[in-house]
């Protein structure tokens, strides 16, 4: 019976695990066409550090704050998604396990529904931040900051909280979920999203002025997207991930007090 049960979770592990891969791949393939923008991620990345004021600034009608909305969200989902795999994984088999559950798939993919709202909060929020950025004329219609000292602030606040106690404790939640899913557990669909998106809440908590810094590296520079995605797999994945999380701060803190002075 038990190596018939392995059976089972080993299979519905690699459907579940090929289903990430499908929408991770078609998110960033999505990004790198440009998320629906007229010109594509790598010609936006190959712009990077011209004046991005030749170009006609944005018209933020309630269509194009729904384009850029969709961006980041999209965006979220292929830098964000990988990290949390191994959650969603373990989440699914603990559905396997638990009393009643007649196939994981429904409750693991609404808890993945979960995770990805907290992100699209943040989404929606970076959204407005863009355009504030924007109206203030402190963003170029390249999506990148045009202010030294903003973008020294964002790289010293992003360097600062690495090395922050609620970092770390969400970084700890992050890398070790068990414990939060066996004491939070919640039966049925919804029960799950609820989990999904508490466990993405700790995530957002880890990881938000990560993400932040793209306002300074540029929101579309490919550059920046796939080193930031690599870096929290790392942190997240690693043996000494809480280590490397820590290890940025520095560097971060020193290139922002020096930026303005470069």
Known sequence: MGQTLESVLRREGL????????????????????????????????????????????????????????????????????????????????SRRAKGAATPFAPAAAFALGYVAAWTAFSLLATLGQWALEAARLMSPMLE???????????????LWQLTPM???????????LGYLMSNWRPGAWGAFRMGAAHGAYC????????????????M????????????????????????????GAPLVMWGLALPWL
Do not use: Q
């Open 221 to 248: 520079n490919l550059y920046w997207i796939v080193g930031l995605a690599v870096f929290v797999l790392l942190e997240k994945t690693l043996p000494y991930g809480h280590r490397l999380a820590r290890a940025a």
């Open 15 to 94: 459907v579940f695990g090929a289903g990430l891969v499908l929408i991770v791949t078609l998110a960033w393939v999505w990004l790198v066409l440009g998320a629906g923008m007229d010109m594509t991620a790598i010609e936006m990345t190959a712009m990077a550090g011209m004046d991005g004021w030749l170009m006609r600034p944005a018209d933020w009608t309630p269509a194009y704050a729904a384009l850029m909305a969709s961006m980041w969200t999209v965006m979220m989902v292929a830098m964000m998604l990988p990290s949390a795999a191994p959650t969603l994984l373990l989440f699914l088999r603990m």
């Open 167 to 177: 970092k770390t404790a969400c970084l700890r939640h992050c890398r070790s979920p």
């Open 145 to 159: 900051t045009t202010n030294v000292w903003l973008g020294a602030a964002i790289l010293v606040a992003a360097g």
């Open 204 to 219: 957002l908590g880890c990881c938000w002025f990560l993400m932040a810094l793209l306002f300074f590296g540029g929101v």
